[in-house]
C-alpha cells in the first residue's frame, strides 16, 4: 500500500516514513517530539505531514518505539551509552583559559546541547575510537601499567614506547555502541556548526568505516580523508605463540599512515557565498601557489612533547598546527575539539593564532590539559 501526499501527489514505498522515523531517532537516543522527528524526516525524504509521522509512531509502538514525557518518542530499547561517571565535582575549576584557548571539564555531548546554532567554524578531534579504552575501568588499568585494552609496548633502546588500544578485541555490542555514540555525536555538532564548516576526526584502518558511516547519516557530508603519513608500532606482528612456526608472516600490515575524516556542514548556497556569509566552506591555502593537500607528512610524537603531555593519544604539535591551520580558510574563526585530551589541538591553534575551545571530560587528563596547553604552545617546531 502506498501512501499518497495529497499535497504533491509523491508516492513512497511501503514502509519508507517508518524506515526514516527509525534513522532519525538512531541519532536522538535521549528522545525527540514528534515537531522534531517531522523536521528530521523531511530533511531525508522530503516533505510528509506531521499526521502521517505521528500515525506510524502510534502504530508502531511498543514494538519499534517508545513514548517518552512530554510526548516526546524514543527506538524501543535504544539508549545511547552514558559515559562511565559524570564529569567529577572535585571543588577545583572546571575552566582553564590560556590566550585565545578555553578549555573545559565537561562531557561534549552535555556540553553541545547547551551551545548556540551555528557558532563553531571548525572541528578537529582525535576521538575515543572504541569508547571502552577510555571507560573508568580500563583507563585504570593503563594508569598503573596493566594494559587491559591497551597494548603497552616494550621499551625499546632505552625509550619508553606509548601504549596503544586493541581495537581487535572490541566485541559486537562495543562496534554497535560505537557507531551509536558518533551518529548521535554528528548530530550534536552538527547543530552548533557554521555552515561550511570543517570537521577532521582522527580515526584508525579498523574502525574508520563505522565512525565515517555513522557521521555520515548524521547529516554531516563526507568529504574524503587527509592521511597522516606516518610509522607506528601497529600491525606487522607475527602470529602469537607461534612467531617461530610462521616466521615470515606478518599477521596485519605495519601500518604506515593514518586516516582523519574529512566532513563539512552543507553550505549555505555557492562556495563564494558561504566564504562571504560564514569565513567557511574550504581550506586555507599553504601559499599562494600551494594549495593544501590530503596528505600531511608526520612522524611519532617526540619524547619532549610527551614530557609536557603524558597522554596515550598525543599526536605531534609539527602535524596539528599544520592541520589546524588548514580548517579555516580565511583564517579566522572558532575550532572546537570537543574530546580534547591534553589539549594539543588547542596548543596548535594558539600557535598559529585561532581562538579555541577544548572539552575533556576525565578530570586526570583536564588537570594534564591545563599544564600542558602553555608549554606546547611554546614549543619551537621546524615546520620545513
Known amino acids: 500500500m502506498y501512501i499518497t501526499m495529497s499535497e504533491n501527489h509523491v508516492r513512497r514505498r511501503p514502509g519508507e516514513v517508518r524506515d526514516a522515523i527509525v534513522r532519525v531517532l538512531e541519532?536522538?537516543?535521549?528522545?525527540?517530539?514528534?515537531?522534531?522527528?517531522?523536521?528530521?524526516?523531511?530533511?531525508?525524504?522530503?516533505?510528509?505531514?506531521a499526521s502521517s509521522v505521528r500515525s506510524y509512531l502510534r502504530?508502531?509502538?511498543p514494538e519499534l518505539f517508545a513514548r517518552?514525557?512530554?510526548?516526546?518518542?524514543?527506538?524501543?530499547?535504544?539508549?545511547?551509552?552514558?559515559?562511565?561517571?559524570?564529569?567529577?565535582?572535585?571543588?577545583?575549576?572546571?575552566?582553564?583559559?590560556?590566550?585565545?584557548?578555553?578549555?573545559?571539564?565537561?562531557?561534549?555531548?552535555?556540553?553541545?546541547a547547551r551551545q548556540p546554532a551555528n557558532s563553531i567554524h571548525a572541528v578537529v578531534t582525535d576521538p575515543p575510537y572504541g569508547?571502552?579504552?577510555?571507560?573508568?575501568?580500563?583507563?585504570?588499568?593503563?594508569?598503573?601499567g596493566r594494559g587491559g585494552v591497551w597494548r603497552i609496548p616494550p621499551s625499546f633502546d632505552g625509550t619508553k614506547r606509548a601504549p596503544l588500544p586493541r581495537f581487535t578485541v572490541l566485541k559486537a555490542t562495543d562496534l554497535d555502541a560505537l557507531e551509536q555514540f558518533f551518529l548521535a555525536w554528528g548530530r550534536s555538532v552538527n547543530r552548533v556548526?557554521?555552515?561550511?564548516?570543517?570537521?577532521?576526526?582522527?580515526?584508525?584502518p579498523l574502525l574508520s568505516y563505522l565512525v565515517s558511516g555513522a557521521l555520515s547519516r548524521s547529516g554531516l557530508e563526507r568529504r574524503g580523508e587527509i592521511v597522516r603519513r606516518v610509522m607506528t608500532m601497529r600491525g606487522g606482528d607475527r602470529?602469537?605463540?607461534?612467531?617461530?612456526?610462521?616466521?615470515?608472516?606478518?599477521?596485519?600490515?605495519?601500518?604506515?599512515?593514518?586516516?582523519?575524516?574529512?566532513?563539512?556542514?552543507?553550505?549555505?548556497?555557492?562556495?563564494?557565498?558561504?566564504?562571504?556569509k560564514w569565513g567557511t566552506g574550504g581550506f586555507r591555502r599553504i601559499s599562494a601557489d600551494r594549495p593544501f593537500g590530503d596528505v600531511i607528512e608526520s612522524a611519532p610524537t617526540r619524547a619532549s612533547e610527551r614530557k609536557h603531555a603524558p597522554h596515550p593519544s598525543l599526536k605531534p604539535q609539527s602535524f596539528l598546527r599544520k592541520l589546524v591551520r588548514g580548517v579555516l580558510p580565511l583564517g579566522q574563526g572558532l575550532v572546537l575539539d570537543p574530546f580534547a585530551g591534553a589539549a594539543s589541538t588547542l596548543a596548535a591553534a594558539e600557535s598559529v593564532g585561532y581562538e579555541s575551545i577544548g572539552?575533556?571530560?576525565?578530570?586526570?587528563?583536564?588537570?594534564?590539559?591545563?599544564?600542558?596547553?602553555p608549554r606546547l604552545s611554546a614549543l619551537r617546531i621546524d615546520e620545513t
Open 131 to 144: 569508547l571502552v579504552e577510555y571507560s573508568d575501568h580500563e583507563q585504570a588499568k593503563l594508569r598503573h
Open 68 to 112: 517518552m514525557e512530554r510526548a516526546q518518542y524514543s527506538l524501543s530499547g535504544f539508549e545511547l551509552p552514558e559515559p562511565a561517571t559524570s564529569p567529577p565535582t572535585t571543588g577545583g575549576s572546571t575552566e582553564f583559559r590560556f590566550g585565545r584557548a578555553c578549555l573545559f571539564l565537561d562531557d561534549c555531548n552535555h556540553w553541545l
Open 239 to 276: 602470529p602469537k605463540a607461534a612467531h617461530v612456526e610462521f616466521s615470515g608472516v606478518s599477521v596485519m600490515p605495519r601500518s604506515m599512515w593514518e586516516p582523519w575524516l574529512l566532513f563539512r556542514k552543507p553550505l549555505d548556497g555557492r562556495v563564494q557565498d558561504n566564504l562571504r
Open 27 to 49: 541519532g536522538r537516543a535521549h528522545g525527540a517530539s514528534v515537531r522534531e522527528i517531522t523536521k528530521d524526516v523531511v530533511e531525508l525524504i522530503g516533505e510528509v505531514p
Open 193 to 204: 556548526l557554521v555552515p561550511g564548516a570543517n570537521v577532521v576526526v582522527a580515526s584508525n
Open 59 to 61: 502504530l508502531n509502538t
Open 359 to 373: 572539552i575533556e571530560r576525565d578530570a586526570t587528563y583536564f588537570k594534564t590539559a591545563c599544564d600542558a596547553l
